[in-house]
Protein backbone atom coordinates (compact mmCIF):
# COMPACT_ATOMS: atom_id res chain seq x y z
CA UNK A 1 0.00 0.00 0.00
CA UNK A 2 1.35 3.81 0.00
CA UNK A 3 -0.06 6.80 2.08
CA UNK A 4 -0.35 9.87 0.51
CA UNK A 5 -0.29 13.25 2.68
CA UNK A 6 -1.14 16.68 1.40
CA UNK A 7 -0.51 20.06 2.17
CA UNK A 8 -1.79 22.25 3.31
CA UNK A 9 -5.26 20.17 4.60
CA UNK A 10 -7.34 23.51 3.95
CA UNK A 11 -6.63 27.19 3.21
CA UNK A 12 -8.69 30.72 2.78
CA UNK A 13 -7.60 32.48 0.07
CA UNK A 14 -8.24 36.14 -1.18
CA UNK A 15 -9.53 36.46 -5.00
CA UNK A 16 -6.53 36.54 -7.32
CA UNK A 17 -3.99 34.64 -5.24
CA UNK A 18 -2.51 31.57 -5.94
CA UNK A 19 -2.44 28.31 -4.07
CA UNK A 20 0.17 25.33 -4.24
CA UNK A 21 -0.71 21.98 -2.83
CA UNK A 22 1.74 19.34 -2.18
CA UNK A 23 1.17 16.08 -2.26
CA UNK A 24 3.66 13.15 -0.89
CA UNK A 25 3.67 9.60 -1.36
CA UNK A 26 5.65 7.58 1.25
CA UNK A 27 7.47 5.12 -1.39
CA UNK A 28 7.35 5.06 -5.38
CA UNK A 29 4.31 5.44 -7.34
CA UNK A 30 3.90 5.74 -11.23
CA UNK A 31 0.55 7.41 -11.70
CA UNK A 32 -0.08 10.52 -10.35
CA UNK A 33 -2.87 12.24 -10.62
CA UNK A 34 -4.91 15.45 -9.41
CA UNK A 35 -8.84 15.92 -9.02
CA UNK A 36 -11.19 18.36 -7.95
CA UNK A 37 -14.65 17.65 -5.87
CA UNK A 38 -16.43 20.48 -5.72
CA UNK A 39 -18.79 20.42 -2.45
CA UNK A 40 -21.32 17.74 -1.92
CA UNK A 41 -20.00 16.82 -5.78
CA UNK A 42 -18.42 14.25 -7.99
CA UNK A 43 -14.58 13.93 -8.80
CA UNK A 44 -13.07 15.14 -12.00
CA UNK A 45 -10.01 14.70 -13.27
CA UNK A 46 -7.93 17.85 -13.57
CA UNK A 47 -4.78 16.13 -14.98
CA UNK A 48 -2.11 13.19 -14.91
CA UNK A 49 1.11 14.35 -13.45
CA UNK A 50 4.10 13.02 -15.38
CA UNK A 51 7.66 12.82 -13.71
CA UNK A 52 9.96 14.83 -15.46
CA UNK A 53 7.41 15.92 -18.29
CA UNK A 54 4.72 18.41 -18.87
CA UNK A 55 1.29 16.88 -17.27
CA UNK A 56 -1.80 15.76 -19.30
CA UNK A 57 -4.71 17.77 -18.66
CA UNK A 58 -8.50 17.00 -19.00
CA UNK A 59 -10.62 18.40 -21.52
CA UNK A 60 -11.88 22.16 -19.69
CA UNK A 61 -8.23 22.43 -17.29
CA UNK A 62 -5.48 24.51 -18.62
CA UNK A 63 -2.04 24.44 -17.57
CA UNK A 64 -2.11 28.23 -16.93
CA UNK A 65 -4.96 27.94 -14.39
CA UNK A 66 -3.28 24.50 -12.91
CA UNK A 67 0.35 24.16 -13.32
CA UNK A 68 1.21 21.15 -11.91
CA UNK A 69 4.91 19.73 -11.28
CA UNK A 70 5.95 15.90 -10.56
CA UNK A 71 10.05 16.41 -9.94
CA UNK A 72 10.50 12.40 -8.74
CA UNK A 73 8.44 9.54 -7.91
CA UNK A 74 7.37 10.41 -4.49
CA UNK A 75 5.98 14.06 -4.97
CA UNK A 76 3.83 16.62 -7.30
CA UNK A 77 2.57 19.83 -6.68
CA UNK A 78 -0.86 21.83 -7.90
CA UNK A 79 -0.99 25.26 -8.37
CA UNK A 80 -4.31 26.84 -8.71
CA UNK A 81 -3.75 30.39 -10.09
CA UNK A 82 -6.03 33.72 -9.88
CA UNK A 83 -7.97 32.00 -7.51
CA UNK A 84 -11.92 32.98 -8.22
CA UNK A 85 -14.76 32.04 -6.18
CA UNK A 86 -15.98 29.09 -8.17
CA UNK A 87 -12.15 27.52 -7.33
CA UNK A 88 -13.47 26.95 -4.07
CA UNK A 89 -13.30 23.06 -3.97
CA UNK A 90 -11.48 20.18 -2.41
CA UNK A 91 -8.56 19.34 -4.61
CA UNK A 92 -7.18 15.03 -4.42
CA UNK A 93 -4.04 13.86 -5.35
CA UNK A 94 -4.69 10.35 -6.19
CA UNK A 95 -1.81 7.49 -6.95
CA UNK A 96 -1.24 4.27 -8.54
CA UNK A 97 1.61 1.65 -9.13
CA UNK A 98 1.19 1.00 -13.06
CA UNK A 99 -1.10 0.59 -15.67
CA UNK A 100 -2.44 -2.91 -14.43
CA UNK A 101 -2.67 -2.08 -10.53
CA UNK A 102 -5.77 -2.36 -8.99
CA UNK A 103 -5.88 -0.29 -6.05
CA UNK A 104 -6.24 3.55 -6.24
CA UNK A 105 -4.07 5.26 -2.88
CA UNK A 106 -6.45 8.54 -2.46
CA UNK A 107 -5.06 11.36 -0.70
CA UNK A 108 -7.13 13.25 1.91
CA UNK A 109 -7.81 16.34 0.17
CA UNK A 110 -7.29 19.97 0.43
CA UNK A 111 -10.36 22.05 1.03
CA UNK A 112 -10.17 25.74 -1.15
CA UNK A 113 -12.17 28.09 0.31
CA UNK A 114 -11.31 31.46 -2.21
CA UNK A 115 -13.46 34.89 -0.64
CA UNK B 1 -15.78 9.03 -23.45
CA UNK B 2 -16.74 6.68 -20.77
CA UNK B 3 -19.60 8.17 -18.35
CA UNK B 4 -20.99 6.75 -15.04
CA UNK B 5 -24.52 7.57 -13.75
CA UNK B 6 -25.51 7.35 -10.22
CA UNK B 7 -29.25 8.06 -10.05
CA UNK B 8 -29.73 8.08 -6.61
CA UNK B 9 -28.24 11.03 -5.01
CA UNK B 10 -29.64 10.22 -1.42
CA UNK B 11 -31.02 6.59 0.04
CA UNK B 12 -31.98 5.38 3.59
CA UNK B 13 -31.58 2.33 5.12
CA UNK B 14 -32.81 1.44 8.56
CA UNK B 15 -29.86 -0.18 10.80
CA UNK B 16 -29.41 -3.78 10.07
CA UNK B 17 -31.69 -4.15 6.90
CA UNK B 18 -30.14 -4.09 3.23
CA UNK B 19 -29.94 -1.28 0.38
CA UNK B 20 -29.21 -1.70 -2.80
CA UNK B 21 -27.13 1.67 -4.52
CA UNK B 22 -27.60 1.99 -8.41
CA UNK B 23 -25.31 2.22 -11.16
CA UNK B 24 -24.48 2.87 -14.97
CA UNK B 25 -21.92 3.31 -16.99
CA UNK B 26 -21.60 4.18 -21.02
CA UNK B 27 -18.45 2.72 -22.77
CA UNK B 28 -17.48 0.95 -25.96
CA UNK B 29 -14.54 -0.87 -24.22
CA UNK B 30 -14.88 -4.34 -23.59
CA UNK B 31 -11.65 -5.03 -21.23
CA UNK B 32 -12.50 -2.49 -17.77
CA UNK B 33 -12.78 -2.41 -14.28
CA UNK B 34 -15.66 -1.20 -11.94
CA UNK B 35 -15.30 0.08 -8.52
CA UNK B 36 -17.08 1.06 -5.54
CA UNK B 37 -15.49 3.61 -3.20
CA UNK B 38 -17.29 4.84 -0.33
CA UNK B 39 -15.80 8.57 0.97
CA UNK B 40 -16.85 9.25 5.00
CA UNK B 41 -17.24 13.00 6.58
CA UNK B 42 -13.37 12.39 7.00
CA UNK B 43 -12.96 12.74 3.15
CA UNK B 44 -11.18 9.66 3.20
CA UNK B 45 -11.96 7.45 0.20
CA UNK B 46 -12.07 4.00 1.39
CA UNK B 47 -12.26 0.75 -1.66
CA UNK B 48 -15.78 -1.05 -1.60
CA UNK B 49 -15.25 -3.74 -3.86
CA UNK B 50 -13.86 -4.09 -7.08
CA UNK B 51 -15.40 -6.07 -10.33
CA UNK B 52 -13.37 -6.85 -13.50
CA UNK B 53 -15.01 -6.44 -16.27
CA UNK B 54 -13.82 -9.77 -17.78
CA UNK B 55 -15.20 -11.93 -15.11
CA UNK B 56 -18.62 -12.77 -15.26
CA UNK B 57 -18.94 -13.88 -11.31
CA UNK B 58 -20.16 -10.99 -9.06
CA UNK B 59 -17.40 -9.97 -7.04
CA UNK B 60 -18.34 -9.87 -2.71
CA UNK B 61 -16.46 -8.55 0.02
CA UNK B 62 -18.27 -9.50 3.26
CA UNK B 63 -21.89 -7.90 3.64
CA UNK B 64 -20.98 -5.61 0.52
CA UNK B 65 -21.67 -7.54 -3.15
CA UNK B 66 -22.34 -6.59 -6.18
CA UNK B 67 -24.77 -6.94 -9.56
CA UNK B 68 -22.65 -7.11 -12.21
CA UNK B 69 -25.03 -7.16 -15.64
CA UNK B 70 -22.36 -6.54 -18.63
CA UNK B 71 -24.73 -6.25 -21.19
CA UNK B 72 -27.10 -4.02 -19.45
CA UNK B 73 -24.08 -1.85 -18.29
CA UNK B 74 -25.36 -1.88 -15.06
CA UNK B 75 -23.29 -1.64 -11.50
CA UNK B 76 -25.41 -1.80 -8.64
CA UNK B 77 -24.04 -2.37 -4.78
CA UNK B 78 -25.70 -4.34 -2.57
CA UNK B 79 -25.02 -3.77 1.43
CA UNK B 80 -26.52 -6.04 3.89
CA UNK B 81 -27.03 -5.82 7.20
CA UNK B 82 -26.06 -2.31 7.23
CA UNK B 83 -24.04 -0.68 9.76
CA UNK B 84 -24.21 2.69 11.51
CA UNK B 85 -20.81 3.15 9.54
CA UNK B 86 -22.10 2.52 6.66
CA UNK B 87 -23.39 5.74 6.31
CA UNK B 88 -21.55 8.08 3.96
CA UNK B 89 -21.23 9.00 0.05
CA UNK B 90 -20.53 6.40 -2.10
CA UNK B 91 -19.20 6.31 -5.80
CA UNK B 92 -19.33 3.93 -8.53
CA UNK B 93 -16.24 4.28 -10.79
CA UNK B 94 -15.04 3.20 -13.80
CA UNK B 95 -11.47 2.60 -15.06
CA UNK B 96 -10.18 1.46 -18.61
CA UNK B 97 -8.03 -1.73 -18.82
CA UNK B 98 -7.39 -0.45 -22.60
CA UNK B 99 -6.31 3.15 -22.24
CA UNK B 100 -2.77 3.86 -20.76
CA UNK B 101 -3.00 5.14 -17.00
CA UNK B 102 -5.10 4.26 -14.59
CA UNK B 103 -7.63 7.74 -14.39
CA UNK B 104 -10.77 6.43 -12.83
CA UNK B 105 -14.00 8.34 -14.17
CA UNK B 106 -16.07 8.36 -11.19
CA UNK B 107 -19.67 9.13 -11.08
CA UNK B 108 -22.20 11.58 -8.56
CA UNK B 109 -22.41 9.81 -5.63
CA UNK B 110 -25.08 8.77 -3.91
CA UNK B 111 -25.24 9.78 -0.07
CA UNK B 112 -26.07 6.68 2.11
CA UNK B 113 -27.88 7.49 5.40
CA UNK B 114 -28.36 4.82 8.06
CA UNK B 115 -31.23 5.10 10.77
CA UNK B 116 -31.07 3.33 13.85
Known amino acids: SAVISQKPSRDICQRGTSLTIQCQVD?????MFWYRQQPGQSLTLIATANQGSEATYESGFVIDKFPISRPNLTFSTLTVSNLSPEDSSIYLC????????????FGPGTRLTVT | AQTVTQSQPEMSVQEAETVTLSCTYD???????LFWYKQPPSRQMILVIRQEAYKQQNATENRFSVNFQKAAKSFSLKISDSQLGDAAMYFCAYRSAMEYGNKLVFGAGTILRVKS
Open chain 1, 27 to 31: SQVTM
Open chain 2, 27 to 33: TSESDYY
Open chain 1, 94 to 105: TATRGQMSHEQY
